[in-house]
């Protein structure tokens, strides 16, 4: 199964909110998901971004593959960074 992090719309009509979830790549924009790891909405100034960066990690290093867009809000929220840097070396 391969895992995708993506947008899920919510909101009414002409104002949207998203869910930033991890789905399978097969299942439909807002159909099922696996977990919610966090929020964006884009009509506030500035918009707000919530993100779960532990969730997030989590996820990227399982090898889900983010969208465009949630790559982007990842790099705001600093989970990006966090999964591209080397961790820390464990001591033998």
């Known amino acids: 199964m391969a895992v995708k992090l ?4 919510m909101g009414k009509k ?3 909110t998203y869910r930033i979830v991890a789905a399978d790549s097969r299942s439909p ?3 099922r998901f696996i977990e919610i790891v966090g929020n964006y909405d884009p ?3 500035p918009s707000a971004i919530t993100i779960d ?3 997030a990690l989590r996820w ?3 090898g889900a593959q983010p ?3 949630v ?3 990842l790099k705001i929220s600093g989970a990006w960074d966090q999964f591209r840097s080397p961790g820390p070396a464990t001591p033998a």
């Open 43 to 45: 009509r506030r100034e």
């Open 53 to 55: 960066n532990d969730k």
């Open 14 to 16: 002409k104002q949207p």
């Open 29 to 31: 924009r807002d159909g």
């Open 6 to 9: 993506r947008l899920m719309r």
């Open 60 to 62: 990227l290093r399982q």
């Open 71 to 73: 790559e982007k809000l």
């Open 67 to 69: 969208t465009e867009t």
